[in-house]
C-alpha cells in the first residue's frame, strides 16, 4: 500500500478546514503544486462505511465514504473518491447529509446537484482521482474467508490506493434499508459502466481494467462485467488454497417452471451466491424468484428455529443486506431461538465456513420445500419423475451403472401409525392371543406405519423378542413371569446385598452409571422432577466420596441406575459403557416405569448394538468400515471427496450408529426410529442407510463447502435436531433399494463378463479358404472389458442384505 | 490458532467448562460425551496480547473407552487442559494417568516443556464437601514442572474466563514454537498413523 498514512502526513486538520483543503503530502510531481483552488464537484453516487484497513488489526480500520462525482468542464471529468468520517467530521453535518442522501437515492439527471469539495490525496488515506488515471480494479467480492469484499484500484502511473472493504451491515443500518440489496463493491462498479469501460481480465478473474487500451483489450479480451462474473468471481478469485475453495458445484436453486425458461440468465450455482444478484424488480426472473421465495413464509417451526438462530448470528450481518425479505424476516424475530442456540451448545463462535454451510442448507431445503409446494399447486407438471427426483443423487448413480430397472420408492406411510384397534387385529378373536398374522407381516407394518405411542409398551416387547409372536396368550404369560422372576433373582445378586453392592469394582461401575444417569433425558418429565431436601448421594450412588458435585437424583433416576447395573451383572463381559443410559432411559419411559420390562427390553436391544460397546471397538470399526464401502460404491463422489479430507474414517457418523441416532433426532422421533430399526425389515442394518440417507442429503453441503475433516465433523454434530426423520427414512429406503438393485445389476453384469471372455477365447472365426481357425481375443479386446471394471461388493455389503432374523 | 483438548474424568465438568467459556452460559442438560462427540469443537476469538486469534477446543469423553478415538486428536494439540472436581479427590489422582497418557499419545517435541494447564472445577459447592484441598493441588501442579493452576465453576462461571485466557496463552506460544519444526505434521490432519490407529482401514 502507497498511500501515506496519517504518520507520514504532516499537513494538519486546521488546515484542512480552514481552506476546505488537503495538504497534499505525496511526492507525486503532478500534485506536488501546493494548494490547488477548490474545485466543487457534483456528487453523483456515495456509499457508506466503505473502510480502509491500514494495519491488520481491526481497531485501526478507518470508515468512510466511497463516491463517484463529476467535474464540470468541456469534457466533463468523472472522479473516484473515498474520504474518511473524520474529515466530513471536520466540515460538519450538512456535509455528512451531502453524502447519505445521495446514497439513499444517486443523482440522476434532472435531480438537485449536490456539490462536495474533496481531497485530492493524502490526509488518512483520503483521494479522489479521475478515472482517466484509474488503471484498473482488483476485485474480490465477500466470500467465505472475507466477509466485507473489498476493491483495490491501481493507477496508470503505477501506484495503488488503499483497498476498500465494503462494510455493507453497518452501512445497510446507517441509511435503514434503503441501499440495494447487493454488495456494495458490484453496485460501485455498476455505477462506474456508466463513465467508463470495464474489462474483466480473462487472465486474472479478479482484474477489471477501466477504459482498457486496445492491445490491453486483446491481451485480457474477455465479456464485460455481467451478471455472472460475481459469480465467477467469487469461485476463481478467493484467496483462500484452491483445495479449500468453495467448489462451483452445483446446489441447484430450484427451478421453478418460470425459472426453467428464464436459466440461462438468472441460473447461478449457488444459493449462496444468488443472493448478490441485484434484484431487477420487474424481470421475468425476478418473477419467478419472487414466486419461489414466497414459499419462505411456509416454513416448518423446526427449520425456521434453525434458520432464526443462524441469522440471527453475529457472522451473519454481513450477508442479512442480500437476504430475500420473507428469509429476513426470521432475523431476531420474536422467537425462542435462544434456547435453539441452548440445545445447541454452538453459541456464538463457530467458523464462519460451517456457519455458512448452515445457512446454505437452510435456505436450500426452503427453497426445495417451496418447489414441491409449486409442483403440487401445477398438477399438470408434475411428471412422475418429479417425485424421484427429490431423491436426487441415486438417480445419478442409477444412470451410471443400473439403468435398466425403475427408480425404487419409498413405501412407508408414517401419517398412520399402527393403533390400538389395528393391533387387536392383528390377533384372533378368540381371545386365545393367537396371532392372525405372521411376524414377518407384523413387523412389516411396523416398518411402514410406526406405532401410536401408547402402543409401544405393547408392542415393543414383541418387536424385540421379549415375549414370543407365535404362541397364545396363556404361554406368553407362562414366559413373561420366568423372565420377570428372573430378573429379581438378577437383582437380587447385588440390591440389599452390601458385600456385592460395595465391592471396589462396582463401586466404580456405581459411580460411571450414576454419573450418567443424572444427565440422560432429564427433561422428560419422569427424570425431570427433583424432590425437595434431597442429599447429592442417593440409595444407588456410591458414597459421597466419589461422586463429586453432579445434580441430584430421583426415584426413576436411580431405578434406571438400578437397571443399567443389574444388566452389568449379566452381561458381564461389557461393562458399564457411556451411551448404555441413553438407550435404556427411553425404553424405561415408554414402558411406564416397568422395571423388568424395561431390562429385558434392554437386553434385547442390547443383543442387536453390543458389538458397538466392545473394549476393543471392534464393532464400531466394522460398521463404520461397512458404511464407508457403501459410500464408495453408492456415491463415488462424496467418498472422493471425503478420502481427499481424510475423512474416511467417518469419526462424524461415530456417535450416530454407537447409540442409534439417540441424540440426532428429537425424543419422539428417536421412538419411531428406533421401532423401525427393530423389524430388521430390509436389511439387519438398516441403520447404515440411514447415516448414508443423512450423508446424502446433505452432500451438496459437504462437497462445497466442507473440505476439512473438523469441518464436517462439527457440521455433522450441530445437525442434531434439526433433521426430519420422515423423509430421512424415506431417502434411507429408496438408497437400501437402490443398493440392492445395484448389487444385483452388478452380480449380473460380472456374470456376462465371464460368459464374454470364455466366448472370446473360443471365438473361432472362417478362414477364405473355407477353414475354421483360432482367433483369440486381442489384447485391446480384454482391455476393453477389464476398462469395464465393476466395483467389488465386499463380504460386508453383502451382509447389508440380510433382513429378518436370519442371522 | 491454537488447538487445546481438555481431559479428565467423566463428570469433572469439562464440557460444563467449554460451554461457559464459549457461550457464557451453565445447563444442567449436557449429556455425557461420548464417541465421537468428543470432537465438539468450538472457535473463540480471544485477546491475548492484543492480537485476534482462533482458538479450537476440543471436548473429549471421559470413559476410557472412547479414548482410543480421542488419541488422533491428541497429536496436534498446542494445549493440554487437566480437569477435576475438587469435591472428588479419585478424579484429582486420575490426573497423573491423563498427563501420562497425552504425553504418550501425544508425543510432543518437548515433553518437559509442553504446556499443561489444570483447572479444578465445581468450587461453587460447599466447602465441606470438597475433598482436594488447594495446597495438595498446588504441590501436584508445581512438582510437574509449574502447571498454572485454576479453580473454577462452571457453574457460576468462577474463574473460567481467567483459566481460557492462560489456556489460550500457552497454546498459541506452543503454536508458534511448533511452527519453528518445519517437518512438524500437520495438525489438522488426521495423519494415516492415527487413523490406522483407529483401524479403519482407510
Ligand atoms: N455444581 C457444579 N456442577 C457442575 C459444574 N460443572 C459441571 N457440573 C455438573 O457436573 C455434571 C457433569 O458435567 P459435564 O460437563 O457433563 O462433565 P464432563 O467432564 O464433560 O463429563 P464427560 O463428558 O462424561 O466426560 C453435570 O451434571 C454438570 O451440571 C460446576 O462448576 N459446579
Ligand atoms: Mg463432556
Redesign the pocket.
Known sequence: MTASGPSASPGSLSTISTDSMVQITRNDDDERTGPRAPHMDQLLWSKSKVYVHPTAYARDNIPGFVALTKRDGLNPTYLLAWIPETLLDEKGRDEWEKFTKVEAKPAELDDDIVLVDLPSRGESYAFSVPLSSVYSLIVHPPSLSSWYGSIGINLIDGLNLSTLHFHDDESHSLTQGQTSYSWGGEDLLQRLRQYANLLRSSLQPTLFLVDPSRQDIETHSTLLFNDDSVDSILHTSSPVPPHRRPRPQSISLPASPDAERTRGHSRRNSILHQTFAPLAPASPSSQARSALLAGFSNITRATRHAAQNILSHPLAKPILPHLPDPVKSLVNANGEWSSWVEKGGVGEFESARIYLARWARIVAEEGERSRRKEAQTIPAESTSTEETSDLGVFELLRSTISSSQPPPKASREPQRPVDRRAWEKFFNKDNSGRPRVSFAEFRHEVFKRGLTPGLRRTAWPFLLGVVPWDVDAEERERIWAEKKAEYARLKGAWCGVPEVFNREDILDERHRIDVDC??TDRTQPLFASVPEKRDMASSFSPNIQDIG???PSNEHVDTLAGILLTYNLYEKQLGYV?GMSDLCAPIYIETGADEALTFWCFVDVMERMKQNFLRDQSGMKKQLLTLQQLIAVMDPEIYRHLEKIDGLNLFFCFRWILIAFKREFAFDDVLKLWEVLWTDYYSNQFILFVALALIESHRDVILRYLVEFDEILKYCNELSGTIELDSTLAQAEVLFLSFAQLVADIDRRTEEHKHTRVQLRRRKSTAKDGTVVNAPATPSEVAALDKMQLPTISENLRELLKSGRDK | MGRVIIL?D????????MNQYVNKRFS?Q?K??IGADLHVLLTKEVMVNDRLVTMQLW?T???ERFQSLGVAFYRGADCCVL?YDVNSSKSFETLDSWRDEFLIQASPHDPDNFPFVVLG??V??EENKRQVTQKRAMTWCQSKGNIPYFE?????AINVEQAFMEIAKNALQQEAEVELYADYPDPIKIDSESTQNYGCNC
Open positions: 443424572r444427565r458435585a453432579q445434580p457411556q | 479428565g467423566s463428570g469433572v465438568g469439562k464440557t460444563s467448562l444442567n449436557y455425557a460425551t471436548d469423553a471421559g470413559q480437569v472445577n465445581k461453587d459447592v473454577t465453576s462452571a457453574k457460576e
